[in-house]
């Protein structure tokens, strides 16, 4: 059975964005894919094999049910790291496993100890330290417990990397704080290595840090919205493209989201269109209606606001955005019938409807967008 909508996913394009991605970061420094939040939307599934064919050989995920997801795909082939939550009974096959994963206070770190001990596996750490983003990571006194255990217990642990996350790397209003936390970070990375932990590398940066402070790439990128083929925002890729001759943009999106129109319909000039009374058809109109809706990801915020693609001409969305269905404008579009293709995220044509148009008329980010996209709309590999 065919779903209302599905959701392609383009191998050429991701190909592009890793050979950028690979260029802008330089050759030793190594690029995990983060691939949370379903691959941002984008379905794990789907876009790890793609990543593999793409090279990739490092993942990052949120949690130990995602990890356990990437590491059926890969086979136990790549490397995988939990930057978030594992529940205590999963912390056994995590380290069983071989699978990477953050330390950010000592109870997760005594629970690591106690399972490499009895199953005579090491715990492949990352310690994650605060640096003023105040969420996760190991203060001062967290830290010195961190070493006492480390001390007592270093043949059960392997300290595979030190990291941090920055406090939004993406706007320059946070650039003050950002120096802070690399001075912060640097500072405890020498402590560290005098106190006897030498981790195998450091990473910090996450898309809009490896574009706006090159000081921060490291060892290791943790590259999420960028290999999508999507800015961090837009001070990001104006940032990227101010020294450059071209400011053509070198990224390309890898999902499009498509439908098909399911019926058309006149509606006579001064009736109301879909629920209430948002919307006045203030001539004769000629609606399309596509079976999608907040339902499967498309915002109600869209209503009387959104766009879509429909023989290559832009279609306004008109009516309130239902829970299974919205209506489009095609007054003035010729040959317009049942089953013609609606695009609602992508390219037609020379037209096309991008995650951050919608954003323009929506309070939501990108990434917000992306992963609102529901796991059961079909994805294509093309």
Same mark, same amino acid.
């Given at each position: 059975?065919?779903?209302?909508?599905?959701?392609?996913?383009?191998?050429?394009?991701?190909?592009?964005?890793?050979?950028?991605?690979?260029?802008?970061?330089?050759?030793?420094?190594?690029?995990?894919?983060?691939?949370?939040?379903?691959?941002?939307?984008?379905?794990?599934?789907?876009?790890?094999?793609?990543?593999?064919?793409?090279?990739?050989?490092?993942?990052?995920?949120?949690?130990?049910?995602?990890?356990?997801?990437?590491?059926?795909?890969?086979?136990?082939?790549?490397?995988?790291?939990?930057?978030?939550?594992?529940?205590?009974?999963?912390?056994?096959?995590?380290?069983?496993?071989?699978?990477?994963?953050?330390?950010?206070?000592?109870?997760?770190?005594?629970?690591?100890?106690?399972?490499?001990?009895?199953?005579?596996?090491?715990?492949?750490?990352?310690?994650?330290?605060?640096?003023?983003?105040?969420?996760?990571?190991?203060?001062?006194?967290?830290?010195?417990?961190?070493?006492?255990?480390?001390?007592?217990?270093?043949?059960?642990?392997?300290?595979?990397?030190?990291?941090?996350?920055?406090?939004?790397?993406?706007?320059?209003?946070?650039?003050?704080?950002?120096?802070?936390?690399?001075?912060?970070?640097?500072?405890?990375?020498?402590? =560290?290595? !005098? /106190? $006897?932990?030498?981790?195998?590398?450091? %990473?910090? @940066?996450?898309?809009?840090?490896? #574009?706006?402070?090159?000081?921060?790439?490291?060892?290791?990128?943790?590259?999420?919205?960028?290999?999508?083929?999507?800015?961090?925002?837009?001070?990001?890729?104006?940032?990227?493209?101010?020294?450059?001759?071209?400011?053509?943009?070198?990224?390309?999106?890898?999902?499009?989201?498509?439908?098909?129109?399911?019926?058309?319909?006149?509606?006579?000039?001064?009736?109301?269109?879909?629920?209430?009374?948002?919307?006045?058809?203030?001539?004769?109109?000629?609606?399309?209606?596509?079976?999608?809706?907040?339902?499967?990801?498309?915002?109600?915020? =869209?209503? !009387? /606001? $959104?766009?879509?693609?429909?023989?290559? %001409?832009? @279609?306004?969305?008109?009516?309130? #955005?239902?829970?299974?269905?919205?209506?489009?404008?095609?007054?003035?579009?010729?040959?317009?019938?049942?089953?013609?293709?609606?695009?609602?995220?992508?390219?037609?044509?020379?037209?096309?409807?991008?995650?951050?148009?919608?954003?323009?008329?929506?309070?939501?980010?990108?990434?917000?967008?992306?992963?609102?996209?529901?796991?059961?709309?079909?994805?294509?590999?093309?």
């Amino acid at each position: 059975m065919l779903s209302p909508s599905y959701i392609e996913l383009d191998t050429a394009a991701l190909e592009n964005n890793f050979s950028f991605l690979r260029q802008l970061v330089g050759r030793n420094v190594r690029i995990s894919s983060v691939v949370k939040s379903d691959a941002y939307g984008h379905g794990i599934d789907y876009f790890v094999p793609i990543a593999l064919k793409c090279g990739v050989d490092h993942f990052s995920v949120f949690s130990s049910d995602e990890a356990f997801r990437v590491w059926e795909i890969t086979h136990g082939n790549s490397d995988i790291c939990i930057m978030g939550f594992i529940p205590e009974e999963d912390l056994t096959w995590v380290i069983e496993n071989g699978i990477e994963f953050y330390v950010f206070d000592v109870e997760r770190l005594l629970n690591a100890i106690r399972i490499a001990r009895s199953t005579g596996k090491r715990a492949k750490i990352h310690i994650e330290i605060e640096t003023g983003m105040n969420r996760t990571g190991l203060d001062k006194a967290g830290l010195e417990r961190l070493v006492k255990l480390y001390s007592a217990y270093s043949s059960h642990i392997d300290v595979m990397g030190l990291c941090t996350h920055f406090a939004g790397a993406e706007s320059i209003a946070n650039h003050v704080r950002i120096k802070k936390q690399l001075k912060i970070f640097n500072q405890t990375y020498q402590w =560290l290595k !005098n /106190q $006897g932990i030498n981790p195998k590398i450091r %990473h910090t @940066a996450c898309s809009a840090a490896s #574009v706006s402070y090159p000081q921060t790439r490291m060892d290791m990128v943790r590259i999420g919205i960028m290999q999508y083929g999507f800015w961090p925002s837009r001070e990001t890729f104006i940032q990227y493209v101010h020294r450059r001759k071209s400011k053509k943009d070198p990224l390309i999106r890898v999902l499009s989201w498509k439908s098909r129109i399911m019926s058309i319909k006149d509606v006579r000039e001064g009736e109301f269109i879909s629920y209430g009374t948002s919307y006045l058809a203030q001539e004769d109109k000629r609606i399309a209606v596509i079976p999608v809706g907040y339902y499967h990801g498309y915002t109600r915020s =869209l209503s !009387n /606001q $959104g766009r879509v693609l429909i023989k290559g %001409h832009q @279609a306004p969305v008109i009516g309130l #955005v239902n829970m299974n269905m919205l209506v489009a404008d095609i007054n003035g579009m010729d040959g317009v019938k049942p089953g013609d293709e609606v695009v609602l995220i992508g390219r037609q044509g020379d037209r096309t409807i991008s995650v951050s148009s919608f954003s323009e008329f929506s309070d939501l980010l990108n990434y917000e967008l992306l992963t609102r996209l529901p796991s059961n709309i079909r994805r294509v590999v093309r």
